[in-house]
């Protein structure tokens, strides 16, 4: 697949995909994954977290290696890439590897970015793609950001940390810093762990903060106001990767290696099912629109939709195959979702087959190349 670039403007480059390949859905579903490459990726691609915004329609994938930020058009499947974020090496089970950019956050007007190459935070303007200020992720320059997420019901930025190297006890705590001003981030607090945090879920409607610790085989739920720990859940496993929430109904989703469990998170953490998805889990997702958990798991190369009913109970709705690495799903609008494949370099984006549109990137067998001055295009076909 070729990538052409269109526009290279302040740091921004804006790319026109040719062909996206759709994989034949299974028997029992009605989807299809397409593949979108990202530009500069030639091989692996330390994919981690991500986001998607739906004011703007726009998937935000740091790019990690590359040095760059990925902004996919939910319409086009268009990329737009942010482009100048440091890089530096990191030990990683006993090896040395090269990260950068691998956190992504949806903020007030701006996305707050977690750079593990040179531990910072960086502010960028979810409309215009402009990269404002970075600033360090904690003042302890041993660590390097994990996971990246905007509280808005207290207007903070939460932060999971990893050590660069070596010892882990000075990042079992959470970093916190005051989002008050979007644009410019402080520092405000650190909140101390048992052990490492892995993943999390927030539930502004109720002050709560989830997160896994590494290890011990708990969830602990933070008040966000207080910074507390108010409560620690037993998912019944103590490899525990991913979190997601249904906070209508205060049902906390776990990502437990190889099955997902639900839990009533409102009425004392009692776990109510599970659903097996397959070895590999990460980062799940969970649609509110639809009432859909989305879980990738990477050795099983299976992405597992279930639909979930008011009694926290699943039911299976679809087995999707997948690709052997993909991993980490974030839920766009309808029944679209989003996987990462880090092994290639590239986003899978999944649609339902009915709701797929006869686009340039499917259907058409089309390539296009846009003029952004003008706002045209020109296709013709491949």
Request: hydrophobic share 35%; with cysteine.
């Amino acid at each position: 697949m070729h990538l052409h670039p269109i526009l290279k403007l302040a740091g921004i480059s804006v790319f026109c995909l040719t062909p996206v390949f759709a994989q034949s859905p299974t028997p029992n579903s009605h989807y299809e994954l397409k593949r979108i490459n990202l530009p500069g990726a030639n091989g692996v691609v330390a994919l981690d977290y991500f986001a998607y915004d739906r004011a703007t329609g726009k998937v935000w994938m740091p790019a990690s290696n590359t040095g760059s930020v990925d902004v996919i058009d939910e319409k086009t499947d268009a990329v737009s890439q942010i482009t100048g974020f440091p890089t530096g090496e990191i030990e990683r089970r006993g090896r040395k590897i090269t990260v950068g950019p691998t956190a992504a956050s949806i903020g007030d007007g701006v996305v707050y970015i977690g750079d593990r190459g040179n531990g910072t935070l960086c502010v960028v303007d979810a409309k215009t793609l402009t990269r404002g200020e970075c600033v360090p992720a904690s003042a302890d320059r041993t660590v390097t950001p994990d996971g990246v997420v905007y509280v808005g019901a207290t207007r903070e930025v939460w932060v999971t940390l990893r050590p660069k190297a070596g010892d882990s006890t000075p990042a079992k705590s959470l970093e916190i810093l005051d989002a008050s001003d979007p644009h410019h981030l402080k520092p405000k607090t650190k909140i101390p762990l048992e052990n490492l945090a892995e993943g999390y879920a927030v539930d502004n409607q109720h002050g709560i903060f989830f997160t896994n610790i590494e290890d011990a085989g708990k969830t602990v739920a933070i008040d966000v106001h207080t910074h507390k720990v108010i409560a620690t859940l037993n998912p019944g496993s103590s490899d525990l990767q991913g979190l997601a929430l249904d906070n209508a109904r205060n049902f906390l989703f776990v990502a437990c290696g190889d099955h997902v469990v639900s839990i009533d998170a409102g009425h004392g953490g009692k776990v109510i099912d599970s659903i097996t998805t397959g070895s590999g889990l990460d980062n799940i997702d969970y649609s509110s629109d639809r009432k859909f958990l989305y879980s990738a798991a990477s050795q099983a190369a299976t992405l597992t939709i279930a639909e979930v009913d008011d009694n926290g109970k699943f039911h299976l709705k679809a087995t999707v195959p997948t690709v052997k690495g993909a991993r980490g799903v974030v839920a766009g609008k309808g029944e679209t979702a989003y996987l990462i494949d880090p092994a290639e370099g590239r986003m899978l984006k999944l649609t339902r087959k009915s709701d797929s549109p006869l686009s340039i990137f499917s259907k058409n067998n089309l390539v296009c190349r846009f003029t952004a001055a003008a706002g045209c295009g020109t296709c013709w076909p491949w």
